[in-house]
């Protein structure tokens, strides 16, 4: 095994209860924003919806899967490119899409129904990628992860602060409308905060291994926005729709996948490093590529449609 396999990056105790509350709130912020409505609104695009879902929760999974083949990292980098790819879409990919001029309802819908998912398909996918992979088996079999260990996190994580968010958007929209500009800066900054704060404290290692990891997240996050964006170019889809898809399959929830690393894996090095860098760099390359969008209109839609 290589140095990074047997590195774990610290964090403390104390410091990761505080992030699991901050990713509830999070959650519970996005899910401000959120109504019935939406989930419905999904069912009216029913191939973009279906193209956002099987591309996040189906085909980047098994992408990463071969992706590990051909690059063939060390296990531990491996097993966090499977992690990242089996998490949810990021609620970043939102914002993305609207600052790109892209269908942000369609993204919101995405969205919303992927992390619905999540609560089965991250666990799901992960134990069978990883399982499956030659590279990692060993990995996953030391560490002995249990699926239904994982749902519960990520149903504490995810499921009740989203229940409870709709709730609320639902029986008090003026309190939910109130909360929602301090809620979005607040995750903002608390997801960036943490990645950052990871980072930081465990600067030595990060500094030490991140040319392992460099090239490796380019690669992948590119693979997952080129990848978007094809498919709902072959499907027909127009422009607008496409920046939406693409945002969707190329923004990954990364503060969960250090969560789940820090409480499954005890801060496993390459796993670890890789996500968090994860973290940084799909925001630099969603906010690049929405830039270039910006200034371009969504083929088929006038400047103020595309805005809205």
Known sequence: MAPIDQVHLHFSPASLGLLNVV?????????????????????????????????????????????????????????GMLLVSSCPAGHVSNFLTHYSRGNTALSVSVSATSTLLALVMTPL????????????????????????EMLAVIFLLLGLPLALGLWIAKAKPAFAHKLQKPMKIFSLLALAGFILGA???????????????????????????????????VISLNEYDRRAITFEMGIQNSGLGLILIFDFFD??????IITAWWGVWHIIAGMTLATFWRRRDPHGHTATEAAT
């Open 125 to 148: 996918n992960f134990a069978f990628w990883g399982n499956l992979h030659p590279l990692t088996h060993d990995l996953m079999r030391e560490i002995r992860v249990s699926p239904a």
């Open 199 to 233: 980072l930081g404290a465990n600067f030595k290692h990060f500094i030490e291994y991140i040319h392992l990891v460099l090239g490796v997240v380019f690669v992948h996050n590119l693979l997952a926005l080129v990848t978007g964006y094809s498919l709902a170019r």
């Open 267 to 272: 801060g496993l090095g390459g796993m670890a």
């Open 23 to 79: 990713l509830g709130l999070v959650m519970f912020g996005v899910a401000l924003e959120l109504k019935v409505e939406d989930f419905r609104n999904a069912l009216k695009t029913p191939r973009a919806l279906a193209l956002g879902l099987v591309g996040h929760h189906l085909l980047f999974p098994a992408m990463t899967y071969v992706l590990v083949s051909i690059i063939e990292p060390t296990p531990s980098i491996g097993l």
